[in-house]
């Protein structure tokens, strides 16, 4: 039986690829910050809702049952984040990467590496003792 199986070391090991994905884009960010038109890029965040998301039938969704309920006006009926990715800071020639901004979002990435590899190996630690052959 393969690791993957189990939901929740899939969900770590899927955290872990994120992240490892984040630190390279990061990275590229921090090495163009003299690049004249250069945009900092970020991955768009994970969330739990989206790991654990449903099929669509289940999906609860609003409903107009009575004239005096609000109506969503945009033709769907779920609600949409709204992001801002307007860059803190442009330097002359165009360039929007702020190295701090940036080392803050590598200093996190890392941190949240090293709490999921954490993590796994707990699990992993608690697998080997309900087997009987952990310490």
């Known amino acids: 039986m393969s690791l993957k199986n189990i939901p929740l070391f899939s969900a770590l090991t899927q955290r872990m690829k994120w992240l490892s994905?984040?630190?390279?884009?990061?990275?590229?960010?921090?090495?163009?910050?003299?690049t004249p038109g250069y945009q900092a890029k970020d991955?768009?965040?994970?969330?739990?809702?989206?790991?654990?998301?449903r099929p669509?039938?289940?999906k609860v969704h609003l409903t107009k049952t009575n004239k005096s309920?609000?109506?969503?006006?945009?033709g769907t009926?779920?609600?949409?984040?709204?992001t801002d990715e307007s860059p803190y800071e442009v330097t002359p020639t165009g360039n929007g990467v702020v190295l701090e901004e940036q080392m803050l979002?590598?200093?996190?990435?890392q941190i949240q590496y090293q709490m999921t590899t954490s993590?796994?190996?707990?699990?992993?630690?608690m697998l080997k003792?309900?087997?009987?052959?952990?310490n």
């Open 56 to 58: 669509a039938e289940t």
């Open 119 to 125: 993590l796994y190996k707990k699990q992993i630690g």
């Open 43 to 53: 991955l768009k965040p994970q969330k739990f809702k989206d790991m654990v998301i």
């Open 77 to 82: 009926k779920e609600f949409r984040p709204k």
């Open 105 to 109: 979002k590598l200093a996190d990435t």
């Open 69 to 74: 309920h609000i109506e969503n006006n945009d």
């Open 21 to 34: 994905a984040r630190q390279g884009v990061l990275s590229q960010n921090v090495s163009n910050s003299d």
């Open 129 to 134: 003792t309900a087997l009987g052959r952990g």
